[in-house]
């Protein structure tokens, strides 16, 4: 079984920043591949960020340069640093693990998170 709890979600100021983290807890399955995907009403999930389990990065082109995905493996916690936040960037913010080595795609993980909401608004 493997569950994933997101926390730091919240409401900033455009330009402000915020700190995401994934706790990640998984019994008898090792989980490789983390990452950061968001979603609003009537659009499909967006890859925010992904990092493969040897510490490679992806990340989506509207958040390169502002955004910094990093993990804890004694921590078992993924987080995603924002800075310079736009409106554009309010979402639900779901963590995502996969048994793959790297994923960059809503469909190349296997287990979510509820999400956390992220507004960024003056």
């Known amino acids: 079984q493997v569950t994933l709890m997101e926390s730091g979600g919240g409401l900033v100021r455009p330009g402000g920043s915020l700190t995401l983290s994934c706790v990640a807890s998984a019994s008898e399955i090792e989980l490789n591949a983390m990452g950061w995907l968001r979603q609003n009403p009537g659009d499909q999930r967006e890859l925010v960020a992904a990092i493969s389990k040897g510490g490679v990065t992806h990340y989506g082109d509207p958040v390169k340069g502002r955004f910094t995905i990093s993990r804890d493996f004694i921590k078992n916690t993924v987080y995603l640093h924002m800075d310079n936040l736009k409106p554009e960037d309010t979402a639900v913010y779901y963590c995502?693990?996969?048994?793959?080595?790297?994923?960059?795609?809503?469909?190349?993980?296997?287990?979510w998170g509820q999400g956390t909401q992220v507004t960024a608004s003056s």
């Open positions: 995502a693990a996969s048994q793959r080595y790297f994923a960059t795609t809503m469909t190349g993980y296997e287990y």
